[in-house]
């Protein structure tokens, strides 16, 4: 299976460096120099090679490094318009997959809501994110940027002796200028991982 990830990762890659170098500094955006553009994704920095993906000096195999390439052959120029926010149902062919999408993306979340909000300022820092001062109807919320310019909405509330645990998770009205509609729910999905593991670790 990581071979096949490598794989699909290599064929986005070849059509990303099809792209003018000066594009992709700016609509990624990136620090570029010589075949390399470093940027931050999903907390962390990586550079982008022609042939491959690098994190803390080792090559991406995982689907982590398919998300990144995605968002790189895919994503345009401009500025993210968080609002009016979107549900993950209401973008063209999403209304199929919401099930999935809840399960994998909110529902995994809800034993962590009191944790996540004990440490919500580390991971808006972590993920280059926001308060969300306008949220209403909630305990809390954030956004968290796991991509440079892909946007997640979160709206948290808390357990308690009459409602269990609920987390929402909504998308720029933009957000598939950004990447295809698939795509936004993987990265919601892999977001979600990547906080618990950060919180794990706590």
Not at 121 to 141: K, M, T, V
Not at 173 to 181: C, D, E, I, R
Request: hydrophobic residues 40%.
């Amino acid at each position: 299976m990581p071979q096949n990830f490598l794989q699909i990762q290599k064929e986005y890659l070849q059509k990303v460096w099809l792209r003018q170098p000066k594009e992709l500094e700016e609509t990624l955006p990136a620090h570029h120099e010589g075949d390399c553009f470093r940027f931050q994704a999903f907390g962390e920095l990586y550079e982008l090679y022609p042939q491959e993906i690098i994190l803390g000096g080792k090559q991406l195999t995982g689907p982590e490094g398919i998300l990144i390439a995605l968002y790189a052959l895919h994503v345009q120029k401009e500025e993210t318009q968080l609002h009016p926010l979107k549900s993950f149902k209401q973008f063209p062919g999403g209304m199929g997959y919401q099930g999935a999408f809840v399960t994998n993306s909110e529902k995994i979340l809800h034993p962590y809501v009191p944790t996540i909000q004990q440490h919500q300022q580390e991971l808006i820092d972590r993920f280059s994110g926001h308060f969300n001062s306008g949220a209403r109807r909630c305990d809390f919320s954030f956004t968290l940027y796991p991509l440079p310019r892909a946007a997640l909405y979160y709206i948290f509330n808390l357990p308690d002796e009459e409602f269990p645990a609920s987390v929402t998770c909504l998308f720029p009205s933009n957000a598939t200028n950004f990447l295809p509609v698939a795509g936004l729910a993987d990265i919601a999905e892999y977001t979600a991982k990547k906080i618990i593991e950060l919180l794990i670790g706590k």
